[in-house]
């Protein structure tokens, strides 16, 4: 049995989100709720653990920092790959959630001593 790929997803929300009119991101929240639904439901994927950081950073984030971060353990590179793509996917309107946020997907592996270290005992 293989372990699953460790994922930390970065997510950036950008200037579109912060030019819309005050009080009409309603719409967007109520997309990205329904990705994060989607992304805890896509077979292979277990979500560990997010953080959210709005309330120390306010603006755009194009990069780190990011706007939040979703930890998972994912089973292959399709399923990080299909799990991106929601951003392309997800409907806000008349855009998809792409035009109001990004993704970026770091693949590694729990923090454990590998198998072919030598610890000396």
């Not at 967007?28 to 805890?40: H, P, Q, R, Y």
């Not at 946020?101 to 000396?120: C, N, Q």
Request: a negative charge; one cysteine or more; charged letters at 20%.
């Amino acid at each position: 049995m293989t372990a699953p790929l460790r994922v930390l997803f970065c997510i950036g929300i950008n200037q579109n989100f912060f030019d819309l009119p005050t009080g009409q991101g309603g719409l967007v929240w109520k997309a990205f709720s329904g990705m994060m639904d989607a992304l805890a439901e896509t077979p292979g994927v277990r979500v560990i653990g997010d953080i959210d950081d709005d309330s120390h950073m306010v603006g755009p984030s194009d990069g780190w920092p990011w706007t939040c971060y979703i930890l998972a353990d994912v089973d292959t590179q399709q399923t990080v790959k299909d799990v991106c793509n929601l951003f392309r996917t997800t409907t806000v309107g008349e855009y998809t959630l792409w035009h109001y946020a990004k993704i970026e997907a770091r693949i590694g592996r729990a923090l454990t001593v590998r198998e072919d270290v030598d610890l000396g005992v």
